[in-house]
């Protein structure tokens, strides 16, 4: 990772520092998205399943 100024120390150097700077962050956003709604997508047919098993068989 590149680190967004150029010098040799720590020293002149304050505020914060955001160590993902110009890596592909969006790219991972864009994983992790996926798995929310793969996560709510199985969640979502598993309690369909769950409460249709809890109907009484008339």
């Known amino acids: ?4 100024f150029e010098a040799r120390s720590w ?3 304050g505020g914060a520092i ?3 700077y110009g890596s592909v962050e ?3 956003l864009i994983a992790i998205l996926a798995m929310i709604v793969t996560a709510i997508v199985f969640g979502w047919r598993h309690e369909e399943h769950a409460y249709a098993a809890t109907k009484p068989d008339s």
Do not use: N, V
């Open 1 to 4: 990772m590149e680190a967004p």
């Open 11 to 13: 020293d002149g150097i």
């Open 18 to 20: 955001y160590a993902g």
């Open 26 to 28: 969006g790219l991972w």
